[in-house]
């Protein structure tokens, strides 16, 4: 059974940074294009970050670049998503997501498997 299980959530003021971590199981990890999307609250999915499967690609939404790094670990099959400088527009819940294949594209919405998400909150 696929599992992604987020964490790292929290309350932060601008310009402070958050990690956050998705574990995953159940699937072979390797295989698969892995992705950050958030949802704040009344707006639709966003995707923020996505990263190939062997890790040697990531892509970002322009209101990240340079503030957002995606990586991911392929021994303890985990992705992580560094934050820094945030802003209150980043407030959202962030959710990992597995793509359906390797070949997937790195900016979607569309996921094959979705954690429960984690809370940032973005506050002066």
């Known amino acids: 059974q696929v599992q992604l299980v987020e964490s790292g959530g929290g309350l932060v003021q601008p310009g402070g940074s958050l990690r956050l971590s998705c574990e995953t199981s159940?699937?072979?990890?390797?295989?698969?294009?892995m992705r950050w999307v958030r949802q704040a609250p009344g707006k639709g999915l966003e995707w923020v970050a996505g990263?190939?499967?062997?890790?040697?690609?990531?892509e970002y939404v322009d209101s990240v670049k340079g503030r957002f790094t995606i990586s991911r670990d392929n021994i303890r099959n985990t992705i992580h998503l560094q934050m820094n400088n945030l802003k209150p527009e980043d407030s959202a819940v962030y959710y990992c997501?597995?793509?359906?294949?390797?070949?997937?594209?790195?900016?979607?919405?569309?996921?094959?498997?979705r954690g429960q998400g984690t809370q940032v909150t973005v506050f002066s």
């Open positions: 997501t597995k793509a359906a294949t390797r070949w997937a594209p790195l900016e979607s919405t569309g996921f094959d498997s």
């Open positions: 159940g699937f072979t990890f390797t295989h698969f294009v």
């Open positions: 990263i190939s499967h062997a890790g040697d690609r990531r």
